[in-house]
């Protein structure tokens, strides 16, 4: 089946520091990507629509300033975290979406950030 | 807006005993719904889906789904579970169109089949 890869799989940084995680589609084109997060025992909340050589979409009540995300090539999707703060502390989910308006999506394995 | 609901946190079973997880869901539009499963450090993967069709739903290792639209349902389903079913389950939604991968997601439901 198609895979979509993150990196890194898990980051610790320092308060006030940048942090970006990749999203990467390695078999298939993916126009379109979406970043969830998850707090723990808590449901995964979809942050942004991630389109390619467009700018994002972002959900209600997600700082756009805060979490960029860049999608510059239909393989490869990034997202940002600027000026961490603990509470930015979380697993980050990206998906991307193969094919057309019912194009299977795939899920990335996660990228759990930990500010101290 | 769409909301999920999955009524179980936890379901705890013994190996070869029928396991049902539910999901109930809210949607002002008409929705299509997933089951997804997680094992342990590793990503999501698609369990089933329904579209459109056949409002019973299967996949390939025996878990089977049913849409009910007057309860607003799509409860997961397995006569009988194996211990590498272990895992945690996703119930999610969408919408159509362009925003078809919008999931929203239920709060997960961690399934522990025990010999």
């Known amino acids: 089946g198609a895979v979509v890869s993150q990196h890194p799989s898990w980051v610790i940084c320092k308060s006030g520091t940048s942090v970006k995680i990749e999203c990467r589609s390695l078999d298939f084109q993916a126009t379109t990507m979406f970043w969830y997060r998850q707090f723990p025992k808590q449901s995964l909340m979809l942050m942004a629509t991630?389109?390619?050589?467009?700018?994002?979409?972002?959900e209600q009540g997600v700082e756009k300033d805060k979490f960029l995300i860049n999608h510059a090539s239909l393989t490869l999707s990034t997202l940002t975290v600027t000026s961490a703060h603990p509470e930015d502390s979380s697993f980050y989910i990206c998906s991307g979406q193969r094919g057309g308006n019912t194009g299977e999506l795939f899920f990335g394995e996660g990228s759990r950030l930990t500010v101290l | 807006a769409q909301s999920v609901t999955q009524l179980d946190s936890q379901v705890p079973v013994f190996e070869e005993a029928p396991v049902e997880l539910r999901c109930n869901y809210s949607?002002?539009?008409?929705?299509?719904l997933f089951w997804y499963v997680q094992y342990p450090n590793q990503g999501l993967q698609l369990l089933l889906k329904y579209l459109s069709g056949s409002t019973l739903v299967e996949s390939i290792n025996g878990f089977e789904a049913e849409f009910n639209k007057s309860q607003t349902s799509f409860h997961l389903r397995k006569p009988s579970v194996h211990i590498s079913d272990t895992a945690e389950y996703f119930c999610a939604v969408s919408a159509g169109g362009t925003s078809y991968g919008k999931l929203t997601f239920g709060q997960g439901t961690i399934l522990t089949v025990h010999p």
């Open positions: 991630s389109n390619e050589g467009s700018k994002a979409t972002y």
């Open positions: 949607s002002s539009v008409s929705v299509y």
